[in-house]
């Protein structure tokens, strides 16, 4: 399993989502588990990555597990009571 968060570094709220995801990893146990991964949409590779996953605002924040992305939360910091629920 693997949350995405696509952003741009001068966005304080994709910072503050990036910030979200990693607290939540940590408080939960689940460093290890779940692997974040930040995509810069100032960056070619970030651009293509954003185009194929359809990202149209930041920050944009994807679960993706085996495949198939479960989750997501467009233009906003996804709260952590949303990812616990989005997370087995």
């Known amino acids: 399993m693997e949350?995405?968060?696509f952003g741009r570094e001068q966005c304080p709220n994709c910072k503050q989502a990036?910030?979200?995801?990693?607290?939540?990893l940590?408080?939960?146990g689940i460093v290890?588990?779940?692997?974040?991964v930040y995509y810069d949409?100032?960056?070619?590779?970030?651009?293509?990555?954003?185009?194929?996953?359809d990202v149209r605002s930041i920050p944009t924040t994807i679960v993706?597990?085996?495949g198939k992305n479960v989750a997501?939360?467009?233009?906003?910091?996804?709260?952590?009571e949303?990812?616990?629920s989005r997370i087995s």
């Open 32 to 36: 290890g588990s779940v692997k974040q």
């Open 26 to 28: 940590v408080e939960n």
């Open 41 to 53: 949409m100032d960056t070619v590779d970030g651009l293509a990555e954003g185009a194929f996953n």
């Open 3 to 5: 949350i995405w968060v």
């Open 18 to 24: 990036q910030r979200s995801v990693s607290d939540f």
């Open 72 to 80: 997501r939360w467009d233009g906003v910091v996804p709260p952590p």
């Open 82 to 84: 949303e990812l616990s």
């Open 64 to 66: 993706h597990d085996n």
